[in-house]
């Protein structure tokens, strides 16, 4: 009799839940960048973004297309201000102008709700433009409060994780020294607008740099035996929840223990030039698929077991302009024309994925810019990606579910 009762909830809460899902899992948020020649027009990228369950989504600029493209779909954006006008943001006027026509224009239709100034301007040890970044966010915080925007949009930066000299153990975490002068002040600049502290985060480095010495597994979120802080006697079963302490040590150790930090990137490259030791499909797929389940989970480190992980994946395209090794091209989730670089390994894509049945979706297609995409491959793609849609979803509520199973169980007790 007692199953009968649960049974018949579960599938309530299971019907409703459906409804209900894309509030639920709102910490999944996805770098869209587009140094690329052959990306899909902005509207054909809701699809996409929606196919793996992200609700934020964080840019490198203020594309006027991609934010008028995503004007009510209730994503949540993160534009960013081009290391290039950093210094110019120092003048009021240009700072106000620049907040009148890439945020003011698109609210509140487009929910954007933060502002990064540059991206990882520290460690370019570039001296005049270390000097701009705090000018630069502040003229551009003093623009919001003048537009009575400051309410609802935030300014930050974004770090590398190489502003810290030391890493592990966690506890130990500190910044470079020759950039605490620097950091301090913005650190300073954030406790008082109460904006988050953003950091880039690779763990595919850590072990690119230092194959032999570091566990593959422990940088996958494979199962491994993980490592004991010996200071906080803390276990780690992964090397991005250490970086993320590493993080929180090192904002503490200037006094700034209360910040609250966000994974502005994370990710790992699907390909990579034969020097750089696991960057390979098959890795891609298990350090992002067990990157969701943990973000799914909705699991903290452990240094901040209850506050949930506020992760940017990084990212949502392979970037065929963008310099550097093979690698820097092939971070994406996504293949230019809409397909997936990868299934993510969660439960239901594999088999619904190449089961492609033509959805709604499909109709998107037409609108695409005939130049830059070749229309058969990106047909079969957003078909297969929005046929893929349920099956993660459906995956991702199972481990959402659990908690909220537990509790509606009580409740039918109590009512009973
Ligand atoms: C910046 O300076 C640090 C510390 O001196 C050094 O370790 C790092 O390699 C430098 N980075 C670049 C991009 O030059
Ligand atoms: C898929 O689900 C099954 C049973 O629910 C589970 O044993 C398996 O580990 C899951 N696979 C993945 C990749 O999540």
């Given at each position: 009799?007692?199953?009968?009762?649960?049974?018949?909830?579960?599938?309530?809460?299971?019907?409703?839940?459906?409804?209900?899902?894309?509030?639920?899992?709102?910490?999944?948020?996805?770098?869209?960048?587009?140094?690329?020649?052959?990306?899909?027009?902005?509207?054909?990228?809701?699809?996409?973004?929606?196919?793996?369950?992200?609700?934020?989504?964080?840019?490198?600029?203020?594309?006027?297309?991609?934010?008028?493209?995503?004007?009510?779909?209730?994503?949540?954006?993160?534009?960013?201000?081009?290391?290039?006008?950093?210094?110019?943001?120092?003048?009021?006027?240009?700072?106000?102008?620049?907040?009148?026509?890439?945020?003011?224009?698109?609210?509140?239709?487009?929910?954007?709700?933060?502002?990064?100034?540059?991206?990882?301007?520290?460690?370019?040890?570039?001296?005049?433009?270390?000097?701009?970044?705090?000018?630069?966010?502040?003229?551009?915080?003093?623009?919001?409060?003048?537009?009575?925007?400051?309410?609802?949009?935030?300014?930050?930066?974004?770090?590398?994780?190489?502003?810290?000299?030391?890493?592990?153990?966690?506890?130990?975490?500190?910044?470079?020294?020759?950039?605490?002068?620097?950091?301090?002040?913005?650190?300073?600049?954030?406790?008082?607008?109460?904006?988050?502290?953003?950091?880039?985060?690779?763990?595919f480095?850590?072990?690119?740099?230092?194959?032999?010495?570091?566990?593959?597994?422990?940088?996958l979120?494979?199962?491994?035996?993980?490592?004991?802080?010996?200071?906080?006697?803390?276990?780690?079963?992964?090397?991005?929840?250490?970086?993320?302490?590493?993080?929180?040590?090192?904002?503490?150790?200037?006094?700034?223990?209360?910040?609250?930090?966000?994974?502005?990137?994370?990710g790992w490259p699907s390909k990579g030039d034969?020097?750089e030791?696991g960057a390979t499909l098959e890795n891609a797929k298990k350090y992002n698929g067990?990157l969701?389940?943990?973000?799914?989970?909705?699991?903290?480190?452990?240094?901040?077991?209850?506050?949930?992980?506020?992760?940017?994946v990084f990212a949502l395209f392979n970037e065929n302009?963008k310099?550097?090794p093979t690698s820097e091209r092939n971070y994406g989730l996504f293949k230019p024309?809409?397909s997936p670089a990868y299934s993510l390994g969660?439960?239901?894509?594999?088999?619904?994925?190449?089961?492609?049945?033509?959805?709604?979706?499909?109709?998107?297609?037409?609108?695409?810019?005939?130049?830059?995409?070749?229309?058969?491959?990106?047909?079969?793609?957003?078909?297969?990606?929005?046929?893929?849609?349920?099956?993660?979803?459906?995956?991702?509520?199972?481990?959402?579910?659990?908690?909220?199973?537990?509790?509606?169980?009580?409740?039918?007790?109590?009512?009973?």
């Amino acid at each position: 009799m007692e199953h009968s009762r649960f049974y018949c909830h579960v599938s309530l809460i299971l019907s409703i839940s459906g409804l209900v899902f894309p509030v639920m899992v709102d910490s999944i948020g996805i770098n869209y960048g587009q140094i690329a020649n052959n990306l899909p027009t902005p509207d054909n990228v809701i699809p996409l973004v929606k196919s793996i369950g992200a609700t934020k989504v964080k840019l490198y600029d203020a594309d006027p297309r991609v934010l008028k493209a995503f004007a009510n779909t209730g994503v949540e954006f993160i534009v960013g201000l081009g290391n290039e006008y950093l210094s110019k943001m120092r003048d009021p006027d240009k700072a106000q102008a620049w907040v009148k026509a890439n945020v003011q224009a698109y609210l509140p239709a487009t929910k954007i709700t933060c502002i990064t100034i540059g991206n990882e301007i520290l460690t370019f040890n570039d001296t005049s433009l270390t000097d701009n970044l705090l000018p630069a966010m502040q003229g551009i915080q003093t623009a919001l409060v003048n537009l009575g925007l400051d309410k609802q949009v935030s300014v930050t930066t974004a770090h590398s994780l190489a502003v810290l000299d030391v890493s592990f153990p966690p506890s130990a975490g500190s910044f470079r020294k020759d950039l605490v002068g620097s950091i301090t002040p913005i650190l300073n600049f954030h406790a008082k607008t109460n904006s988050p502290f953003l950091i880039n985060a690779y763990p595919f480095f850590a072990f690119k740099s230092n194959p032999k010495q570091v566990s593959l597994d422990f940088v996958l979120f494979q199962p491994n035996q993980g490592v004991v802080d010996p200071k906080s006697n803390f276990h780690y079963d992964n090397m991005l929840f250490a970086q993320i302490d590493a993080v929180y040590s090192a904002l503490a150790s200037l006094g700034y223990s209360k910040l609250p930090v966000h994974i502005s990137e994370t990710g790992w490259p699907s390909k990579g030039d034969e020097d750089e030791v696991g960057a390979t499909l098959e890795n891609a797929k298990k350090y992002n698929g067990n990157l969701f389940k943990t973000i799914c989970q909705r699991k903290g480190t452990p240094m901040r077991p209850n506050t949930d992980l506020n992760i940017y994946v990084f990212a949502l395209f392979n970037e065929n302009m963008k310099p550097g090794p093979t690698s820097e091209r092939n971070y994406g989730l996504f293949k230019p024309d809409g397909s997936p670089a990868y299934s993510l390994g969660i439960n239901g894509t594999d088999a619904i994925s190449t089961n492609s049945t033509p959805t709604t979706a499909a109709t998107t297609t037409t609108n695409t810019t005939p130049a830059l995409r070749s229309p058969e491959s990106s047909s079969t793609g957003y078909l297969s990606i929005s046929a893929a849609v349920k099956g993660r979803w459906i995956s991702c509520i199972g481990q959402l579910l659990f908690p909220l199973l537990l509790l509606s169980c009580l409740a039918f007790r109590e009512a009973f």
